[in-house]
């Protein structure tokens, strides 16, 4: 499903169109908001080729609705925060499979081990990023997110990067805890 919305009663009329859809399913969602369009899918390898071109993706967690991001695309970072609300000053939490842990962080033994005990588990840790990762820190420290879903499992393994793990929500609001939230 792709809609392009120009104007705010299109819009309207879009996202009532893509809620509808929502309720129905339990798939991962895109939507852009300077597009409007939504495509529910749950091919992931569908999802990482939106991924690449910088466009937000929501998808669930065992908690609530979540929104992905390539957290290498400092352009798909400030789409995420555009459409969330979200101060400049706050960062975002991520997601990676653990094949990519070294690559993007600096873990302790500690850490490792309490890592992969928490799998499946909501849980999000504050770790030490690997240099070129220190911008998205805040003090130091990045928001790792525990992949706690099958579907964030899979998004993880399929995507081949650090993904964004945020609420889908605006942010200081009420988490998404169904499709038709988002």
């Known amino acids: 499903l792709s809609i392009v919305a120009p104007t705010s009663h299109q819009t ?3 996202v009532a169109v893509a809620r509808q859809r929502l309720k129905t399913t339990k798939n991962m969602v895109l ?3 300077c597009y409007m369009f939504a495509i529910i899918t749950k091919n992931s390898n569908k999802v990482v ?14 908690t609530s609705y979540g929104l992905a991001v390539d ?11 555009n ?3 979200r101060p400049q000053n706050k960062s975002f939490t991520f997601f990676l499979r653990q094949s990519l842990w070294d690559t993007y962080l600096n873990l302790t033994n ?8 928490a799998t499946g588990q909501p849980l ?5 990023p690997q240099d070129f990762l220190a911008h998205l820190a805040q003090d130091g420290y990045v928001g790792l997110r525990v ?3 099958p579907l964030m499992h899979q998004l993880a393994e399929v995507a081949g990067v650090p993904l964004t793990a945020t609420s889908a929500n605006i942010s200081g609001r009420e988490p998404c805890l169904t499709p038709a939230c988002i």
């Open 124 to 128: 999000t840790l504050l770790i030490k």
């Open 83 to 85: 459409i969330k609300k």
């Open 71 to 81: 957290v290498l695309q400092g352009h798909a970072l400030q789409r995420l925060r």
């Open 49 to 62: 080729e939106i991924l690449k071109q910088g466009l937000v993706v929501a998808f669930p967690t065992s």
């Open 147 to 149: 992949i706690d879903h």
């Open 31 to 33: 939507f852009d908001i």
């Open 12 to 14: 309207t009329k879009v």
């Open 110 to 117: 500690q850490e490792q081990t309490l890592l992969k005990k």
